[in-house]
């Protein structure tokens, strides 16, 4: 399904940023009329906790996050994961235009690996950590 919302042209380049590591992460919201995905912010903060701060548990976000991890062998790894953020306390007109535009910013952007999150347990660490290098192999 397509909600007919817009990728703003800033998407596509704080993402081409980030990979160029100029941004640990970037921040993407709708904008006040929800007709296009906006940047709402960019960092240079590696603090992951920070990061997942940017999540309100009453506002649907979505984000890009330059994770870097020690493989089992060792070696470092980064993989560049993209957060969909959906709190059950966001409104339901929210959710489901950020649902139904889901696939065309991740398209846009080219992303590979997603994590779904509709509370804080979703986000942790620990969990997303997995979930990247299972999505190494």
Known sequence: MSSGVSV????????????????????????PTFTEIVVLKTSQDADYELFIKEFPNDQCRWAVYDLEYEADDGGKRNKVVFVYWSPGQSSIKQRMVYSASNNAL???????????????????????LEKAKRNSR
């Open 8 to 31: 703003s042209d800033d998407c596509i380049t704080s993402y081409q940023e980030l990979m160029k590591r100029k941004h640990k992460y970037v921040v993407y919201g709708l904008n």
């Open 106 to 128: 991740k398209a846009r952007l080219g992303v590979a690996l997603e994590i779904q999150g509709n509370d804080e347990e979703d986000l942790e660490f620990v969990n997303v």
